[in-house]
């Protein structure tokens, strides 16, 4: 058939998203744990069209489902097929915003848990943000610095996990870097770690280059190409497979075994034939590259756009006449992006006490510095005006003790003592 649609005709939607911590414990080994909770609002007057508003989407569940049961006997695909076929379900669907994103009820749930029991792990009703919204991110334990400021938003643990058990490899379970919202003071420009529970995996990011934001310097972190490499094109990411292209990652094993994939908006940085194979993506670094800058300083984030794709991989399945002539391929569901920055009263303080107040006591000190030139130049010449005056002052003295002894005359008393022979009785 022809090639699937992508771009940007899928959800037009815009949420506004709202994060709380609790529980929030700290422990006597310097670390502090913390569940943080998300909700997401639904912003109309942001969005491009309203909640109400009907698109043609991938019959997620049907398809995915379909990919999860091919290697089962056909005894249980034929079934399933019967079970679509009296249900009327269809390998695309028209469903309205609200529906594919918080959820509608669907018969196909209870008849897919009735053929194979625990094949999916809910009941009823499914959305994509069905179980997304009102959710925590797991039990965080980090680091809080006391000791070694340097180790301050690390994480020590995840959900009482030291690393994951997702993957294949014991790096790529690895937990890595802090939680993605701070990251310890006096930062290299080198690259930055935090650990996702999307994308059940340590991501690092490398450094871009320097720049300012509002006025407040910071580093640009980027996604290096390797992010999403598969494991041919960059072996670390061997852990990560089974894989396919390059550009997309299997996120399967913590996805219910759902035949997901994640990757950059468009198939930014991924192999050129994902993109090939959907008609309407238009990747470019500007629009779907993510990034971060950060303030090196303080290792606060100033501004950042995280955007991801979530994908799924559908095909025809044998015994299931469902998915027709469906060639397989990546099929982009929707991208999102995760965009925030300081602003306000806080922005004002933060430039004020971090940016300001030094540029100004460095001016200070070099005015300082300028005041001194002069009072130490007039300090040496008035050292040396002194130490002259005294050099011309002290030769005279010895000139005084040089003059020849005085004269018998004016040293002969006039009257002579009696008792004193005279000189012409000595002759005598």
């Not at 699937?4 to 815009?14: I, K, M, N, T, V």
């Not at 049961?69 to 379900?89: C, I, R, Y």
């Not at 897919?112 to 499914?126: D, Q």
Request: some cysteine; aromatic content about 10%; glycine content about 8%.
């Amino acid at each position: 058939g022809a090639l699937p649609r992508g771009g940007s005709h899928g959800l037009p939607s815009l949420c506004r998203e709202y994060r709380n911590k609790t529980n929030i414990t700290f422990h006597d080994n310097d670390t502090v744990s913390y569940l943080e909770y998300r909700n997401l609002f639904f912003q109309p007057h942001l969005s491009n069209g309203t909640e109400e508003e009907y698109v043609v989407v991938p019959n997620i569940l049907m398809l995915g489902a379909a990919v999860m049961m091919e290697k089962m006997p056909s005894f249980f695909k034929t079934l399933l097929s019967t079970a679509l076929t009296l249900l009327k379900q269809e390998a695309f669907m028209n469903r309205t915003v609200g529906e594919i994103m918080w959820g509608y009820e669907d018969p196909l749930v209870n008849a897919i848990n009735a053929i194979v029991p625990g094949l999916i792990p809910f009941k009823g009703k499914f959305g994509l943000f069905i179980d997304f919204n009102n959710s925590n991110t797991g039990l965080f334990t980090v680091n809080t610095g006391m000791k070694d400021i340097s180790q301050v938003h690390m994480v020590d643990s995840w959900n009482g996990l030291k690393k994951v058990n997702y993957w294949r490899s014991s790096q790529c379970n690895m937990i890595n870097g802090t939680a993605g919202e701070m990251w310890p003071p006096f930062m290299s420009p080198t690259s930055l770690e935090f650990y996702s529970p999307d994308a059940c995996r340590s991501m690092t990011l490398v450094y871009e280059q320097s720049g300012k934001f509002q006025g407040v310097p910071t580093y640009r972190f980027v996604a290096p190409k390797t992010l999403f490499a598969n494991g041919t094109d960059y072996p670390p990411n061997q852990g990560f497979c089974p894989c396919m292209q390059s550009g997309i990652q299997n996120v399967s094993t913590c996805r219910l075994n759902a035949p997901m994939f994640i990757s950059h908006p468009h198939f930014y940085n991924a192999d050129p034939s994902l993109v090939d194979a959907v008609e309407g993506l238009h990747p470019s670094k500007e629009q779907h590259g993510l990034f971060l800058d950060v303030h090196p300083m303080t290792g606060i984030p100033m501004n950042c756009s995280i955007k991801l794709q979530l994908n799924l991989y559908i095909k025809h399945v044998a015994g299931i006449k469902q998915t027709g002539d469906i060639k397989p391929v990546v099929l982009p569901l929707l991208w999102f992006a995760e965009s925030g920055s300081i602003e306000g009263s806080v922005l004002k303080q933060f430039y004020t006490n971090l940016v300001l107040l030094p540029s100004v006591l460095d001016y200070v000190q070099y005015i300082f510095l300028g005041l001194s030139v002069p009072l130490i130049i007039s300090a040496a010449v008035l050292v040396a005006m002194t130490q002259r005056s005294g050099g011309e002052k002290s030769p005279g003295a010895p000139a005084r003790q040089s003059k020849p002894p005085p004269s018998s005359s004016e040293t002969t008393p006039l009257l002579q003592d009696t008792d004193t022979p005279s000189q012409d009785r000595a002759d005598a």
